[in-house]
């Protein structure tokens, strides 16, 4: 399965939340046997780190671009900037 890590590292890297959900998504097909929980057990710590790293700077921008479509994203932005301080 080195194919499908790389290809789950690399949606996850292109921080766009639609092709993320169809590469998930192959988890329900019948054409393709590909399990999701199988495939994360054989990530290694490096991988888990970096695809979580990426998982959540695109949960972030995408939520920041609801709230900023609703005009005040102040609230969101401190969240985020605290979180990411806390983590350094």
Not at 23 to 48: C, M, Y
């Amino acid at each position: 399965m080195p194919g499908k890590r790389e290809k789950l590292l690399e949606v996850a890297a292109a921080d766009s939340p639609n092709d993320f959900l169809e590469f998930i998504q192959q988890h329900n097909s019948h054409d393709d046997p590909f399990d999701v929980g199988e495939l994360l057990a054989s990530f290694t710590r490096k991988q888990l780190d970096e695809l979580w790293t990426h998982l959540q700077m695109m949960t972030a921008r995408t939520l920041l671009s609801f709230s900023a479509d609703n005009g005040d994203s102040r609230q969101l932005k401190v969240l985020v900037v605290s979180k990411d301080i806390a983590e350094r």
